[in-house]
Nanobody, 123 residues
Framework: QVQLVESGGGLVQAGGSLRLSCAAS???????MGWFRQTPGKEREFVAA????????YYADSAKDRFTISRDNAKKTVYLQMNSLKPEDTAVYYC?????????????????WGQGTQVTVSS
């Protein structure tokens, strides 16, 4: 089993930055990791993903050039640095982990999910 705990969410003004963290525990090895987000009434959507070794990263169009995903395997932690935040980035952000290494923008590739952390961007 793998447990994921997100942190770092909060309230920020438009144009500001936040860094989300996701700490993994349990059998957290050889895992691809992803970040997704969800707003009320909408489906959970892909934000970014990173391969086990960190050599490959993937981003939704909405996140490109503003967000950066990274990981520290020694700490079993994945990060999402979010810059130039916009009100439309407001959502609950979820960390996800899975053993697949392809198609990481798909929710179905992940078997483990965190509880989510709220990000609110004010205009």
């Amino acid at each position: 089993q793998v447990q994921l705990v997100e942190s770092g969410g909060g309230l920020v003004q438009a144009g500001g930055s936040l860094r989300l963290s996701c700490a993994a525990s349990g059998r957290a090895v050889s895992l691809s990791m992803g970040w997704f987000r969800q707003t009320p009434g909408k489906e959970r959507e892909f934000v970014a993903a990173i391969s086990w070794r960190g050599s490959d990263t993937y981003y939704a169009d909405s996140a490109k050039d503003r967000f950066t995903i990274s990981r520290d395997n020694a700490k079993k932690t994945v990060y999402l640095q979010m810059n130039s935040l916009k009100p439309e980035d407001t959502a609950v952000y979820y960390c996800a982990a899975g053993y697949d290494y392809q198609g990481l923008s798909s929710l179905g590739k992940y078997g483990y999910w965190g509880q989510g952390t709220q990000v609110t961007v004010s205009s």
